[in-house]
């Protein structure tokens, strides 16, 4: 089974070609696992409490437009 520090020692060792297509890989799955955990969240309720605060703040006027 591959480690941590041997995964480390791979990507430190890496052409720059190799390492900016890996970054640009790994930043892809990243996001790609975040979506999915969003979506998890939002499909089994862990964020409607958040949404219910949010929804009472910006009724009372308590918000400010980004």
């Given amino acids: 089974m591959t480690t941590v520090a041997e995964i480390s020692g791979a990507v430190r060792r890496l052409p720059k070609r190799d390492l900016a297509r890996f970054r640009k890989w790994f930043m892809e799955y990243e996001a790609a696992a975040w ?6 969240d939002v499909a089994t309720g862990r964020l409607d409490k958040l949404a219910r605060e949010a929804l009472k703040e910006l009724r009372a006027g308590r918000t400010t437009e980004l």
């Fill in 35 to 40: 979506d999915r955990q969003f979506e998890q």
